[in-house]
Structure formats: structure tokens, C-alpha cells
T-cell receptor, first 112, second 113 residues
Framework: LAKTTQPISMDSYEGQEVNITCSHN???????ITWYQQFPSQGPRFIIQ???TKVTNEVASLFIPADRKSSTLSLPRVSLSDTAVYYC?????????????FGAGTRLFVKA | AAGVIQSPRHLIKEKRETATLKCYPI?????VYWYQQGPGQDPQFLIS???????DKGSIPDRFSAQQFSDYHSELNMSSLELGDSALYFC????????????FGPGTRLLVL
């Protein structure tokens, strides 16, 4: 399983764009990159998934460079309610088995 | 839309007792995962099941066991409970071929006294 590295914490203010970068230098050819959001005492919630280039949904965008050794989760115009822990996971959703490893996530604090 | 259901939501046990946590996956999901999350820690993968067969094991203690039943619900059995077992236990479900897109339940908060 590819190891991921993220910043331990980030601070932002309401209305700003937040970019959280995840490093995954040993990502395999068949691996996808998935981001989860977790609020205190709640289960993680799927945000977005991508393989290459750019993926966008109603919540966030995911930017993946050509070498795929890193990825950036972009949250547009954050609000106080976006304060949470964000996890980057790398794995093969089709043949990679069913073992999911959550690394140390990024604790995002959004201030008023 | 139906979500993952876990029961009980809260459980208080004493050391050396046993506990059984239940998980009901989203309908038509064939894969179930169990995670343990201690205070201030990241979720730790315990075990997963696909089509009622154990598929992968993580850091699950030998005192714990789990299974997935014919209706795809899963149970995590915990014996000889220790103080360190106090944690949030999450169950998640997914479709095979979409293992990275897991839907998590609300969790069971276990307190061992």
C-alpha cells in the first residue's frame, strides 16, 4: 500500500480557498487517490476520488500532476463547518484488496 | 438514502467482559470494514469481509473476532475487554470494485471501565 504524507494541521479563514497537498511517492499504476473528511465523533465521509489530472464535484476539486506522486485537495471558500480532519488514501479499488490504511490526516481549522 | 447502521451507539462494559457490535451495511453493498479509533487518533483498520468471507486483517487483537452473515450484516465480537479497548468503532461498507469509496456508519462508542 502506498504511504501518504500530509501536513499535520492547517489554519484558514472563512471564505478562503484551502489547498491540502498529499505526497504519495510510491503510488502504483492502478492506484486511485481518495480523500475523506471526518468531523469529531463521526465516521469519515467520502469527498472525492481521482486517478489523474483534475476531478471536480460539488464539494471539492482534486488536482493530480502527471507523475501522480502527489495530489492536492482544494476546498473553495471554506466555512466554519469545514473544520475537520482530511485524510488522503491511495489504493487500487479493483484489485487492491480490502485493507484500507488511514494515515495521519490534516486537521483543518477554519476561523471566523 | 439508506446509510450504514451500527448498534449499539454507546456501550459501557467492565474489564474482562465481552461485547458484540453490529453493523448493517447499505443495501446491495457486499463489503464490510471495521475500524477502531481511539481518542485523538486516526482510524485503524481492523478487518474486512467480502461476500461473507474474511478478506483482509489489520491490527485486530486476537481477543476480537468478526464475521459477516448471509444477509451481509457483520458483527464484531470483543472478549476479555481491556481499558485500552475504549474507543469509537466504525463500520463501513462498499461495493466490490469500489473499495476506496466506503460509506461509514455513525460508530459505536465503547467505554471499558
Amino acid at each position: 500500500l502506498a504511504k501518504t504524507t500530509q501536513p499535520i494541521s492547517m489554519d484558514s479563514y472563512e471564505g478562503q480557498e484551502v489547498n491540502i497537498t498529499c505526497s504519495h511517492n510510491n503510488i502504483a499504476t492502478n492506484d486511485y487517490i481518495t480523500w475523506y473528511q471526518q468531523f469529531p465523533s463521526q465516521g469519515p465521509r467520502f469527498i472525492i476520488q481521482g486517478y489523474k489530472t483534475k476531478v471536480t464535484n460539488e464539494v471539492a476539486s482534486l488536482f493530480i500532476p502527471a507523475d501522480r506522486k502527489s495530489s492536492t485537495l482544494s476546498l473553495p471558500r471554506v466555512s466554519l463547518s469545514d473544520t475537520a480532519v482530511y485524510y488522503c488514501l491511495v489504493g487500487d479499488p479493483y484489485t487492491g484488496g480490502f485493507k484500507t490504511i488511514f494515515g495521519a490526516g490534516t486537521r483543518l481549522f477554519v476561523k471566523a | 438514502a439508506a446509510g450504514v447502521i451500527q448498534s449499539p451507539r454507546h456501550l459501557i462494559k467492565e474489564k474482562r467482559e465481552t461485547a458484540t457490535l453490529k453493523c448493517y451495511p447499505i443495501p446491495r453493498h457486499d463489503t464490510v470494514y471495521w475500524y477502531q479509533q481511539g481518542p485523538g487518533q486516526d482510524p485503524q483498520f481492523l478487518i474486512s469481509f467480502y461476500e461473507k468471507m474474511q478478506s483482509d486483517k489489520g491490527s485486530i487483537p486476537d481477543r476480537f473476532s468478526a464475521q459477516q452473515f448471509s444477509d451481509y450484516h457483520s458483527e464484531l465480537n470483543m472478549s476479555s475487554l481491556e481499558l485500552g479497548d475504549s474507543a469509537l468503532y466504525f463500520c463501513a461498507s462498499s461495493l466490490q470494485g469500489a473499495q476506496e469509496t466506503q460509506y461509514f456508519g455513525p460508530g459505536t462508542r465503547l467505554l471499558v471501565l
